[in-house]
């Protein structure tokens, strides 16, 4: 049957790799906001989107510039969504010549289209592909556009996860190589102080009954004469004395978590234990990167199984 230390061991797994993922999801949120990483991906997926070759640069920056983009991906402030009805209405007086006012016709659009310096890019060999599958149907034409885009910037966000979950791992590894977060060894500090415990509270209370036993067997007309004369002994002092050791060795094992660098030791490693380490400090890192909405679904349910053990 599973001992509430068992679950008590594993409760504290699960807390300490939420912890950790939290602490390495929050620095990298960090880098992220201030290095301004994801706006920088999603207009580097655009201009990938808009054209591959030598004119991509010149075409996006006149994107970019657009009267209805600019105040979008300008500033401290700039967001990663450019809507897709936006970006088509951009996108279509772009590649008829930034005139502000693109044909409202389909034969027209696709004839200045083609007469323009970006007709051969990616994107206006695409829209003149989407003008020729809509006909005369304007609405159309637009919606397919939007669903390109759209489409697209999926495409973009999954691979920027991709990249929040590798920077995320080496975060993760960085942190548990400073700090030395060996798991393996974390478990078998916890497992043993989890053993100690339950020793150490008989031995004090074993310590406290004898205590009683003793000061209640106590002469009284003993005591009283021993008073009278001044030369009285607190025995009890000793037992107190041993209790509060005894606390207190309980306290750090229980506290103190094998993290941290120890010279001493390194010292005397071996290959074998290098091994080990590095074994267990990579299993933390592998789990920590697995993010802290994984660990917090662990977590309650943890929370609801100890609490039916009670």
């Given at each position: 049957m599973i001992s509430l230390?068992?679950?008590?061991?594993?409760?504290?797994?699960?807390l300490f790799f939420t912890l950790l993922s939290?602490?390495?999801?929050?620095?990298?949120?960090?880098?992220?906001?201030?290095?301004?990483?994801?706006?920088k991906y999603i207009e580097s997926g655009i201009v990938r989107l808009l054209d591959n070759s030598e004119n991509s640069y010149k075409m996006a920056a006149e994107f970019f510039s657009?009267?209805?983009?600019?105040?979008?991906?300008?500033?401290?402030?700039?967001?990663?969504?450019?809507?897709?009805?936006?970006?088509?209405?951009?996108?279509?007086?772009?590649?008829?010549?930034?005139?502000?006012?693109?044909?409202?016709?389909?034969?027209?659009?696709?004839?200045?289209?083609?007469?323009?310096?970006?007709?051969?890019?990616?994107a206006g060999r695409s829209v003149i592909l989407f003008l020729h599958d809509a006909g005369v149907d304007v609405?159309?034409?637009?919606?397919?556009?939007?669903?390109?885009?759209s489409d697209a910037i999926e495409v973009i966000e999954e691979r920027y996860k991709k990249l929040t979950t590798i920077s995320v791992?080496?975060?993760?590894?960085?942190?548990?190589?400073?700090?030395?977060?060996?798991?393996?060894?974390?478990?078998?500090?916890?497992?043993?102080?989890?053993?100690?415990a339950p020793a150490m509270t008989g031995a004090m209370t074993g310590a406290m009954t004898g205590e009683i036993t003793a000061d209640r067997s106590c002469d009284i007309d003993s005591v009283e004469e021993a008073t009278n004369n001044g030369i009285i002994m607190y025995e009890s002092d000793a037992h107190i004395r041993a209790i509060h050791d005894q606390r207190q060795?309980?306290?750090?094992?229980?506290?103190?978590?094998?993290?941290?660098?120890?010279?001493?030791?390194?010292?005397?490693?071996?290959?074998?234990?290098?091994?080990?380490?590095?074994?267990?400090?990579?299993?933390?890192?592998?789990?920590?990167?697995l993010g802290s909405a994984f660990w917090l679904r662990f977590l309650n349910k943890g929370q609801d199984i100890h609490s039916s053990f009670k």
């Amino acid at each position: 049957m599973i001992s509430l230390a068992s679950l008590d061991i594993a409760g504290s797994t699960l807390l300490f790799f939420t912890l950790l993922s939290l602490l390495c999801s929050t620095v990298f949120g960090f880098i992220s906001y201030f290095c301004a990483t994801r706006e920088k991906y999603i207009e580097s997926g655009i201009v990938r989107l808009l054209d591959n070759s030598e004119n991509s640069y010149k075409m996006a920056a006149e994107f970019f510039s657009h009267p209805l983009i600019i105040k979008l991906t300008a500033g401290v402030a700039r967001s990663t969504h450019v809507p897709p009805k936006l970006f088509t209405l951009t996108l279509l007086d772009v590649l008829s010549g930034s005139t502000g006012a693109p044909p409202n016709d389909n034969d027209n659009l696709l004839t200045v289209i083609k007469n323009g310096i970006y007709s051969h890019t990616i994107a206006g060999r695409s829209v003149i592909l989407f003008l020729h599958d809509a006909g005369v149907d304007v609405a159309k034409a637009r919606q397919n556009i939007e669903i390109w885009y759209s489409d697209a910037i999926e495409v973009i966000e999954e691979r920027y996860k991709k990249l929040t979950t590798i920077s995320v791992f080496l975060i993760s590894f960085i942190f548990c190589f400073m700090l030395n977060l060996d798991v393996i060894h974390i478990l078998q500090s916890a497992r043993a102080s989890a053993m100690l415990a339950p020793a150490m509270t008989g031995a004090m209370t074993g310590a406290m009954t004898g205590e009683i036993t003793a000061d209640r067997s106590c002469d009284i007309d003993s005591v009283e004469e021993a008073t009278n004369n001044g030369i009285i002994m607190y025995e009890s002092d000793a037992h107190i004395r041993a209790i509060h050791d005894q606390r207190q060795e309980l306290f750090n094992s229980l506290v103190n978590l094998p993290i941290g660098w120890n010279r001493h030791d390194l010292r005397h490693f071996t290959p074998f234990d290098w091994w080990f380490k590095i074994v267990g400090i990579m299993i933390t890192v592998f789990f920590s990167a697995l993010g802290s909405a994984f660990w917090l679904r662990f977590l309650n349910k943890g929370q609801d199984i100890h609490s039916s053990f009670k």
